[in-house]
């Protein structure tokens, strides 16, 4: 029997999961899918590591709460695989609040303590939580494994973690936490096989995703990030403002009566590059639109994003590495060439030409900054936390 770990990666648009073999030192991917709740039957879909498909089905939408659909997951998988032993689910878990700063086995204190943290991320945190407890009551047996987004980012120290708020705040873990962190530590994994010689330098890694934030590394740690408390702060997003001056939620609540969770709405489902643009929160949709709020909202993602950029260069003292990851970060070339014209004056100098390409190194000759892009890969990097866990046992 081959031992094996199925992944399940809930974001806010999409849930991906992928079953690894972990008898090797590395994991092996055996098969991929995805939950796709969008369509009006929600459906599932596992393809081979090639991209071959393998199975899919589709649930009315009566029946079709993702609870259903892990459990016609683990139909599949003990079916067409018979020859695994499934010897643990990982999840990636968005907050893992002040207390854990690595993967955890989930216990039902520590399933706990994660609920209780909804609120930081009210967009996420049910649904990494909400499979736990579906597997939980389908194989009691199994363990589950939490890895965090947090995690990568507990090397972040004062001031960048800080708030500037009365100190009783941060006593009560009222801090800049950061996210994106599997996706983060998988990037600066691959920058380190690709180009050795740079890990020791500054490098920013730009995760543009349906989410987006920037993380500053130093010698491959966290040093800042751009998201703090929540998933809130920071960039523009597909339904997220970013950044905002907190003046604005006290008038929206003063003389705009609107209630807390009026303002929760608007900031998390709202706001972003679908508010901006009125259209959708869908980057293509956006670049392949002729109206102009469209554009306007693709502007705004660029201008941020090069504004936060500069601020993890301030961090850093400098900048040598930029590499972009993510939906957006992997797949939007006129995004990276418009976000490296804009830092021309950092010493960002994108090729044309590889830029097209978007394999490794999109820098040219001039370039002071090494520009790379590199599709991130959150379920391995959970996979070789679950294998470490389950070693260690
Ligand atoms: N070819 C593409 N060109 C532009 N944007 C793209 C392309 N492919 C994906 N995207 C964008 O990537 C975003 C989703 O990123 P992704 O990292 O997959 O999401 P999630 O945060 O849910 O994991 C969407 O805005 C989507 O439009
Ligand atoms: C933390 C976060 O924003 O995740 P995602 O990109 O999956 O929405
Ligand atoms: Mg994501």
Not at 290 to 301: G, I, K, Q, T
């Amino acid at each position: 029997m081959t031992a094996s770990v199925l992944v399940l990666n809930s974001g806010s648009s999409s849930i991906k999961f992928g079953l690894f073999d972990i008898a090797a030192a590395e994991p092996a991917l055996v098969c991929k899918g995805l939950l796709d709740e969008h369509e009006a039957k929600p459906r599932l879909v596992v393809r081979s590591p090639e991209g071959g498909d393998l199975f899919e089905t589709r649930r009315e939408a009566s029946d079709a709460d993702s609870g259903h659909l892990f459990a016609d997951v683990l139909d599949f998988i003990e079916e067409r695989f018979a020859d695994h032993r499934l010897r643990a689910v990982g999840h990636r878990i968005v907050h893992g609040g002040p207390d854990y700063s690595g993967p955890v086995e989930l216990t039902d204190d520590v399933y706990a303590k994660l609920d209780a943290l909804t609120p930081l991320a009210p967009l996420h945190q049910p649904r990494c939580l909400e499979p736990v407890r579906t597997i939980r009551a389908i194989k009691p047996d199994l363990a589950q494994i939490a890895c965090f987004d947090t995690a990568f980012h507990h090397s972040m120290a004062a001031p960048a973690s800080r708030f500037a708020l009365p100190r009783r705040y941060e006593e009560r873990g009222i801090r800049r936490y950061g996210f994106h962190g599997l996706s983060f530590e998988y990037v600066a994994g691959r920058l380190a096989k690709i180009a050795p010689q740079l890990v020791a330098k500054r490098t920013v890694i730009a995760h543009l995703g349906n989410g987006a934030s920037l993380c500053a590394l130093r010698d491959g740690r966290s040093v800042d990030t751009t998201m703090g408390l929540t998933p809130l702060d920071g960039l523009v997003m597909g339904t997220r403002s970013g950044t905002i001056d907190p003046g604005v939620l006290l008038y929206l609540q003063q003389h705009e009566n609107m209630s807390v969770g009026d303002v929760q709405h608007l900031l998390y489902h709202e706001s972003g590059l679908l508010g901006v643009s009125g259209i959708s929160a869908d980057m293509r949709v956006l670049l392949a639109s002729r109206e102009a709020a469209a554009r306007e909202a693709v502007d705004l993602f660029v201008f941020r994003t090069v504004q936060e950029i500069a601020v993890m260069a301030a961090s850093l003292g400098g900048l040598d590495c930029l590499v972009f990851t993510g939906g957006i970060g992997e797949h939007a070339k006129e995004i990276r060439a418009a976000i490296g014209e804009q830092l021309g004056w950092l010493g960002v100098h994108i090729d044309a030409g590889a830029n097209d390409a978007a394999r490794d190194r999109i820098s040219g000759g001039g370039s002071t900054v090494n520009v790379f892009v590199i599709p991130t890969n959150e379920e391995l990097t959970i996979a070789r936390h679950c294998a470490a866990v389950l070693r260690a046992k």
